[in-house]
């Protein structure tokens, strides 16, 4: 067996309190539900998790959010679900809101190891607070800082046992460049298969940004 492969509960040995978590998915869409489950029942706290959305009540980051378990989330929105909005005006956690496209660039920023991009999205509104405003040919463009973290927990449809990746439809979404951004990356695999299973030609996420595939729905 591929030493890449363990149980939910030792990949979720590895996330402690405080750690910054990035969640692959768009409302809950290409997030692992095995390890976000098994994350809850270990019940770590004063997370920052970064993810596109906080979901909804039932699915996803909405649970952490619901069980009390951030301290931070940054994200595109929060519409979905009510108790981030809750929780963020009763200054129980702090939300950072970031413009989608901006937040998929920071990220890639980070997993390429870019000092941040640059972008006109959010200049004189309250994005642009507090932020550096960098002139280049004449216009101004926000510069917007990488974002990394210590652990990645992503949802694949084929993982092959040495950790390349092939994502199913729109599950793709944040998933790729996630992948490339945190000291950890746990994979959460709808099908493993063997070496050579995969088209070299469909791989999106190689297995050198993976660390550890957990099998989807066990529960061991």
Partial sequence: MSKKIID???????IEDGMTIMVGGFLGTGTPH???DA???KGVKNLTIISNDTGIKD????????NNMVKKVITSHIGTNPETGRQMNEKEIEVELVPQGTLAERIRSGGAGLGGVLTPTGLGTIVAEGKQIIEVDGKQFLLEKPLRADVAILLGHTVDTKGNIIYANTARNFNPIMATAADTVIVE???IVEVGSINPNE???PRIFVDHIVGSGCNG
């Fill in 59 to 66: 699915s996803g980051v909405g649970r952490f959010i619901y």
């Fill in 8 to 14: 939910v509960a030792d990949a979720v040995s590895k």
């Fill in 34 to 36: 095995t390890i976000v």
């Fill in 203 to 205: 791989v999106v996420t």
């Fill in 189 to 191: 695999a709808e099908n």
């Fill in 39 to 41: 994350i809850i029942k």
